[in-house]
């Protein structure tokens, strides 16, 4: 069996989704995603100039070797453009070998763990009244967990304080807002006195069953993020994410000796060697990581036993800019791992986003259930994709009120 051609699509409903199809000379088709957020057209340029054309004349069902040759293969790796890129063929690939197996995916993992998987959505408010509304409808919706991010009094912007409804797309993500991202100020004395009052004025008003996430988006010192866990430990959060900056391993260590705030890191993690310290001396609770950008699945479901390992729990990244093609993959890695924890699954519900991926995966009361259909479960209209086209966008960039660059 031959791959024989593979093409890249950039573009989609309000984000440039980068879809890959890889063909084969049986006729079965396999989908992989590579949108790496605000940055497209760089996975897309990595597939189309060096990895297809290495990818065509070799034998589809050798995802690892595949894998291998494409990560290890190269002398310079690892990364989020090169990790998104064999991320997608590594999709493509599990998808046709599901297709030739005729099973869905996680039958091909172990088969199920359990019937449906928890998700949380994002409650986000301009202030504290307007973030109740927003939890409140997701309640309504039969979400049992929900991430909340709210506006801080005195503070001019917060990139996540950006009011936003179920069923509006989430516009913490700057879509096509250009190449010149937007400056926002951050002050983390006004966050530190307010945030954890409003948290446990949630709690308040939620009652002891609501799952309440929080996201600090990487923006304390290890002390600040271990003084504020411990002024939230009575709010029992069901997560802090992204406490301190992603790149030092050891940042968490001050934290846990402090508080048992579960914490969930990721996000923005790429490979194994990222995150290996972190799980290995059970700093985190949950571990972030993406299909998309941590290297496809045959890389995420290595994390995933390390982190079985190691009572860490899985919380997939899916904020809207993944494609429901690395959302299938999850979703089907979900219904499989033993340890899995979460995810994060904010349905637009667009109907055009679904004429473009046609799935058979179910969200209902607050709970994903996997297709039955072979491989990921997801399809790729080409028709449809002709409508659209790139258009650039960026995240905003962070500033303290000095000027000095803070994460965004
Ligand atoms: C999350 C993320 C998002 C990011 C976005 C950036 O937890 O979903 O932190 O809020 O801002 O994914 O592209
Ligand atoms: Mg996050």
């Not at 002891?208 to 709010?235: M, N, Q, S, Y």
């Not at 299938?328 to 519900?349: C, K, R, S």
Request: proline share 6%; glycine share 8%.
């Amino acid at each position: 069996m031959k791959i024989t051609d593979a093409k890249v699509f950039v573009g989609g409903p309000a984000k440039n989704y980068v879809t890959l199809k890889i063909m084969t000379d049986q006729g079965v088709y396999g989908l992989g995603d590579a949108t790496l957020n605000n940055r497209e057209t760089l996975p897309a340029a990595y597939l189309q100039d060096y990895l297809i054309p290495n990818l065509i004349g070799m034998d589809p069902r050798n995802s690892e070797d595949i894998w291998q040759f494409f990560y290890r293969g190269a002398y310079f790796r690892r990364g989020p453009i090169a990790m998104a890129a064999f991320g997608a063929i590594d999709m493509a690939l599990w998808d046709i070998k599901g297709k030739l197996a005729n099973m869905p995916l996680y039958q091909l993992f172990g088969g199920k763990s359990r019937d449906g998987a928890l998700v949380y959505a994002h409650a986000t408010g301009a202030d504290l009244d307007d973030l109740m509304d927003s939890i409140a409808a997701y309640v309504a919706l039969g979400y049992k967990a929900v991430r909340v991010q709210c506006g801080i009094p005195g503070m001019p912007t917060a990139s996540y304080a950006v009011p936003d409804k179920p069923g509006t797309n989430n516009n913490y993500i700057s879509d096509f807002s250009g190449i010149r991202p937007k400056v926002e100020i951050w002050n983390t004395d006004l966050y530190m006195r307010f945030m954890p009052g409003a948290l446990a004025e949630i709690r308040a008003r939620f009652g002891p069953d609501l799952k309440i996430l929080h996201d600090v988006h990487h923006r304390l010192t290890p002390r600040e993020a271990a003084e504020f866990a411990k002024a939230v430990e009575p709010v029992g959060l069901y997560w802090l994410e992204d406490p301190t900056p992603a790149e030092d391993q050891n940042a968490l260590r001050m934290l846990r000796q402090h508080s048992t705030v579960p914490i969930a890191i990721g996000e923005v993690f790429n490979s194994i060697w990222d995150c290996n310290k972190l799980i290995e001396q059970e700093l985190i609770d949950f571990i972030r990581v993406a299909v998309t950008y941590a290297g496809g699945i045959t890389h995420v479901k290595r994390i995933v036993d390390l982190a079985g390992l190691h009572n860490v729990r899985t919380g997939f990244h899916g904020a809207p800019s993944h494609s429901p093609i690395s959302m299938a993959a999850q979703h089907h890695l979900n219904a499989w791992a033993p340890n899995f924890g979460i995810q994060e699954y904010l349905v637009l519900g667009t109907p055009a986003c679904d004429a473009l991926f046609p799935s058979g995966h179910k969200m209902e009361n607050g709970m994903v259930f996997v297709s039955e259909a072979p491989g990921l479960g997801v399809d790729f209209d080409e028709a449809e994709a002709s409508k659209y086209t790139y258009s650039p966008g960026s995240h905003p960039v962070v500033r303290l009120e000095d000027g000095t660059i803070w994460d965004y």
